[in-house]
């Protein structure tokens, strides 16, 4: 078999199989486009507008409401919720501090300086 006849021979299987796929997609759904069943109650039309407004506006309220619910207790104490800003100098994360060094240790065994003292 010669070289420029493979790919032809796969293309040809290739749509082969792809063609076999979406007729039987085809032949499957159409029991789907089958008339409402006899003492099945015949809903009614939606209307196309109550459809979208119920199925996107919905979530979108949803979305709105989670992004206040995350963004108006930070505006209510005075932050910045803009993205790269700097935090703030006056934070107090690990306590106050008297100056820039660190705090003083204990002197000797008798300092009540630190540590949860802890006895036996």
């Known amino acids: 078999m010669t070289a420029s006849i493979r790919p032809v021979r796969r293309a ?15 032949v499957l759904a159409a029991p789907a486009s089958a008339d409402v069943p006899e003492g099945w109650s015949d ?3 939606v209307n196309t507008l109550h459809a979208l ?5 919905v979530p979108l309220l949803l ?10 207790p930070a505006l209510a104490r005075g932050e910045r919720v803009a993205p790269g800003t700097a935090t ?11 100056s820039t060094a660190e705090l003083a240790g204990p002197d000797g065994e008798q ?10």
């Not at 407004?53 to 506006?57: D, F, N, P, S, V």
């Not at 979305?63 to 108006?72: P, W």
């Not at 006056?90 to 501090?97: A, D, K, S, V, Y």
């Open 53 to 57: 407004l119920l199925l996107g506006g």
């Open 43 to 45: 809903p009614d039309p």
């Open 12 to 26: 040809a299987a290739l749509l082969t199989g792809l063609s076999v796929v979406l007729t039987s997609g085809v």
């Open 111 to 120: 300092s009540q300086a630190g540590g949860a003292s802890a006895r036996w």
């Open 88 to 98: 703030p100098e006056n934070q107090w994360i690990g306590g106050p501090r008297k």
């Open 63 to 72: 979305f709105v409401l989670i992004a206040l619910a995350v963004y108006v």
